[in-house]
């Protein structure tokens, strides 16, 4: 059973850079197959897919976000990471992590149970 | 890319079936038949309901199905039961490896 857990500090200062990190557990990042994913959900609003990783290394961006977001790998930790460059309090959300997409499967199967940004001064 | 556009809102009795839709645009539903449905209830994260328009992954009542048509996705749930009540959201593949989510539907269980 594939398990994520967000981590990373809940509250960001406006201008600064959110910075959250995804431990993976009961399978390997680097095993190829599937990437591995960062969602967004804005307070009482819907989601938002925010980009994703392979183990090769390639990323894949929402075009609306690609200036301000770097998501990269930690494979000797089955880890990875999201930053986020100039927050505002629009970037405000619970962030998730997610297995997916699959090679061939073209869905996000496996999610962590969310972690809550708050950008304020 | 903006986001498909779903319902704010459906409901049903018990027992009855409700139909969710999801309307995009050529260049994601209308192109590819990758769409995913997704449950969420209140403070929990999402669960993949449907993929690929019509498959259910292991573990999901087959009171859930998907189809397509078009550039409009539909999640139905027949035999509503009160665990159903939460929101649902679709997302579809939209080219480029760039993924797209719907608004949201809530769905109320009379």
């Known amino acids: 059973q594939v398990q994520l857990q967000e981590s990373g500090p809940g509250l960001v200062k406006p201008s600064q850079t959110l910075s959250l990190t995804c431990t993976v557990s009961g399978g390997s990042i680097s095993s190829g197959g599937y990437y591995w994913s960062w969602i967004r959900q804005h307070p009482g609003e819907g989601l938002e897919w925010i980009g994703s990783i392979y183990y090769s290394g390639s990323t894949y961006y929402n075009p609306s976000l690609m200036s301000r977001v770097t998501i990269s790998k930690d494979t000797s930790k089955n880890q990875f990471s999201l930053k986020v460059n100039s927050v505002t309090a629009a970037d405000t959300a619970v962030y998730y992590c997610?297995?997916?997409?699959?090679?061939?499967?073209?869905?996000?199967?496996?999610w962590g149970q969310g972690t809550l940004v708050t950008v304020s001064s | 890319q903006s986001a498909l556009t779903q319902p704010r809102s459906v409901s049903g009795s018990p027992g009855q079936s409700v139909t969710i839709s999801c309307t995009g645009t050529?260049?994601?539903?209308?192109?590819?038949?990758?769409v995913s449905w997704y449950q969420q209830h209140p403070g929990k994260a999402p669960k993949l309901m449907i993929y690929?328009?019509?498959k259910r992954p292991s573990g999901v009542p087959d009171r859930f199905s998907g189809s397509k048509s078009g550039n409009t996705a539909s999640l139905t749930i027949s035999g509503l039961q009160a665990e159903d009540e939460a929101d649902y959201y679709c997302?579809?593949?939209?080219?480029?490896?760039?993924?797209?989510f719907g608004s949201g539907t809530k769905v109320t269980v009379l």
């Open positions: 997610a297995r997916g997409p699959g090679i061939t499967a073209r869905n996000f199967d496996y």
């Open positions: 050529s260049s994601d539903i209308g192109d590819y038949n990758y």
């Open positions: 997302c579809s593949y939209a080219g480029s490896y760039t993924y797209v």
């Open positions: 690929d328009v019509n």
